[in-house]
């Protein structure tokens, strides 16, 4: 059986196939301005790599925050049931799912099914997500792939405020001027994310085992902070990106057994 | 300081701006025009969600309207002689103001429009209830705060307090105090003390005397609708009759309409339900996932987006009980009178606007104990699936109290979502996202 799991980013369009349990493909495209060509693009990059056509799917599944402008899909899951399944279908113990994204972070609490059971998302706010970083790295005109690696050289903390990406950029200044180092502000911009999120995760309750997935778990900088925040190790798998996606390809799969 | 000055300083407004006539009327226009057209698409979306709507809601749909007939009724009611006295909490005793011939009209306004204005006297980390009745009466959008002769502002939250003396640039207002300790000897007296004296303020202005008989049968019409109010949340127990915004609609206009017509509306509607209910007429499939909502005060025509997205929501939810005081808070407790002496009818009406009430205003020896008691009791009798917590910004109250009461909800294994919005329309999407995923997990719970 194979089914398709298709998760619509505010930044990225992500793709899963799924054949009898198994990722066989992955696929991703930019989101820009036109959402559904980009989920077509996603779509038919992973049915390229896995040598399959759009009807071979026995159904596919959308999430994402634009799961409204999903081509072709059969059904929808919300982002956190998405994750919830991801999270425990990866990792079998994983009762706390953090996922934190382009715009958006959240953390999901589940049951040993992957059935949600609890979620909290950040307030309307961008500063504990991956625009964050991208933000910042413009102002200290550090490659984005470069502030997690970068970060890890510090040997102090400075704190910053990350309540607002605008008030956030502007503590980064404060910084400039006073010729703190690079790496010493990447920290400090990882710790106020990491501040963020941890909070968020604290008032849900932390349930180990905790997986990290999303864009922004694949920044060493990132996840260095928010361990040390939370005093936990996260597990993290190998494409964090992808769990949206594989979340709706999972519940695809359920659902069509249940039929 | 001169004469002149002090003369031009006793006209000059203490916190709102001039604005120009010509601006007034241009904002006044607009908003109207875009009020009358969202109160229509209300309507028009709960009878589109309703599966089988009751056709006593007809006559609150026409009471909804805040430019009709209500309007024309109390501008008539005005011009025989009558007194209109608005409030902003629910603490203002309706019953004095019924005893003394007067029209009793909350005033707190949802429109999101407004709020914006508001934004030119107060901060926007001000409560938008708050911003936004500012807003209404700097361009005089709202009939019923324009039609009030006085305002009673009762000082509960920080915004309440501060609403009040804002408006008194427009209008005469009469604050009272409410102690913040409820269950106390003292705070019974002073309180009860604080009614006595709003009894002689509505006296003064509206040349009426508050007798024992005239305050007997205002007690008595108040307990009447009370009777119906009740009447309307009880069949709510059951398989859906009702859609939670169609209840809630009613509830609601008990705040601007007469109130022995409203209740005699509310028993023919409870009529109807149960009749529907006896036929399985249901509103929605009865296996729609039960929600109740709590939190900051949920105020028509625009603020109706969160109850919209629940029961509009995929999958739908119905709401089928609230923990707000606009809605099922605003009547549920009558008033108890013992003896129809004067003073026990004043003891009575103190305790049932003081003691019965779960405002987060308040605290006592176990703190907030009595919102913990009525949550739980909704909870178990109405069979909630799943609480969603409604906070606006600037509500500081509400806002602190959630820990507590999400607490007190997990313990029972009672899923609660804290929900915090603005007085605005452009994050319904990502409000729809959070409220879709919150009744996708309860549906997935009832199906485990």
């Known amino acids: 059986m194979i089914t398709a799991g298709l998760d619509l980013g505010t930044q990225t369009v992500k793709a899963v196939i799924l054949k009898d349990g198994e990722v066989v493909s992955r696929g991703k495209a930019f989101s820009g301005f036109d959402p559904t060509e980009a989920a077509k693009q996603a779509i038919n990059a992973a049915l390229k790599e896995a040598k399959l056509s759009l009807s071979d799917i026995s159904h596919l599944t959308a999430t994402g925050s634009g799961i409204e402008m999903a081509p072709n899909a059969n059904s929808t899951i919300s982002m956190m049931g998405a994750d919830a399944h ?31 059971m609890d979620f909290v998302v950040n307030e309307r706010c961008a500063a504990g997500a991956g625009t964050f970083i991208e933000a910042m790295a413009r102002a200290l005109e550090v490659k984005l792939e470069d502030m997690g690696p970068l970060s890890l050289k510090a040997e102090h903390a400075s704190p910053i405020n990350a309540s607002c990406v605008i008030f956030g950029e502007s503590d980064v ?24 999120v941890s909070s968020m995760v604290h008032r849900l309750g932390v349930n180990p085992d905790v997986v990290l997935v999303g864009g922004v778990a694949k920044d060493v900088g990132f996840v260095a902070s928010l361990k040390r ?30 039929v | 300081m001169s004469e002149k000055r002090m003369k031009s300083q006793s006209k000059e407004k203490k916190y709102v701006p001039e604005i ?17 057209k969202i109160i229509a698409e209300n309507i028009e979306r709960m009878k589109k969600t309703a599966e089988n709507r009751p056709k006593e809601m007809e006559y609150f749909d026409d009471i909804a309207n805040f430019f009709g007939t209500r309007e024309k009724e109390l501008s008539e009611a005005k011009e025989s002689g009558k007194k209109v006295i608005g409030y902003m909490c629910l603490f203002a005793p309706t019953e004095l103001i019924l005893a003394a011939d007067a029209i009793p009209i909350r005033v ?50 920080d915004g309440m307090t501060k609403l009040g003396e804002i408006l008194s640039d427009y209008k005469h207002v009469w604050a009272m105090t409410i102690p913040r300790v409820k269950d106390s000897d003292q705070s019974l007296r002073f309180w009860n003390d604080e009614i006595k004296s709003m009894k002689s303020q509505i006296e003064d202005l509206t040349g009426n005397k508050i007798n024992r008989k005239k305050l007997k049968s205002a007690i008595e019409l108040t307990q009447k609708a009370t009777k119906a109010f009740r009447r309307l949340q009880e069949i709510r127990k059951g398989a859906p009759v009702i859609m939670g915004r169609d209840a809630m609609l009613v509830n609601q206009t008990y705040m601007w309409d007469d109130i022995t017509r409203w209740t005699e509306k509310t028993e023919a509607l409870c009529d109807e339900l149960e009749e529907m209910a006896r036929k399985k007429l249901w509103a929605c499939p009865p296996d729609t996932p039960r929600v109740m909502i709590t939190g900051t005060p949920m105020l028509w025509p625009d603020n ?44 009575a009406i103190g305790e ?75 994050d319904v999407g990502q409000m729809k996202t959070r409220v879709e995923a919150f009744l996708e997990m309860l549906t997935a719970r009832i199906d485990l």
């Open chain 1, 173 to 196: 200044v404060t910084l400039i001027h006073r010729q703190e180092s690079k790496p010493e502000i990447a920290r400090a911009i990882f710790d106020a994310m990491a501040d963020r």
């Open chain 2, 20 to 36: 120009s006539k010509k601006e007034i009327n241009e904002l006044r226009n607009s908003v109207k025009t875009a009020s009358e």
């Open chain 1, 86 to 116: 991801a999270g425990v279908f990866l990792f079998p113990k994983a009762r706390t799912i953090i996922d934190v994204g382009a715009e958006e972070a959240r953390a999901v609490k589940c049951d040993d099914k992957g059935v949600m």
């Open chain 2, 108 to 157: 707190n306004s949802g429109w999101y429009d407004t709020a914006k204005l508001g934004d030119r006297v107060v901060p926007v980390e001000v409560c938008p209830v708050v911003r936004s009745t500012i807003g209404a009466k700097m361009i005089g959008l709202s009939p019923y705060l324009e039609l009030s002769d006085a305002l009673i502002s009762v000082l509960t939250c």
């Open chain 2, 304 to 347: 109706w987006k969160l109850p919209t997205l629940i029961e509009e929501g995929t999958p739908q939810g119905v709401l089928v009980a609230d923990e707000l005081c606009s809605s099922e808070r605003l009547l549920y407790d009558p008033v108890g009178v013992d003896e129809w002496s004067m003073n026990d009818m004043f003891k």
């Open chain 1, 229 to 258: 925040k939370l005093s936990i190790d996260l597990l993290i798998p190998e494409y964090p990106e992808y769990a949206g996606a594989l979340g709706a390809a999972l519940v695809a799969a359920r659902r069509v057994k249940k």
């Open chain 2, 352 to 426: 049932r606007y003081l003691m019965a009430s779960t405002c987060p205003c308040f605290t006592s020896k176990d703190g907030n104990e009595d919102r913990i008691n009525w949550l739980l009791n909704k909870i178990k009798e109405w069979n909630i699936q799943g609480v969603i917590y409604y906070v606006v910004r600037g509500c500081m109250l509400y806002a602190m109290e959630y820990t507590r009461v999400k607490k007190v909800l997990d313990d029972i294994n009672v899923p609660v979502y804290y929900l915090d919005t603005e007085y605005t329309r452009e």
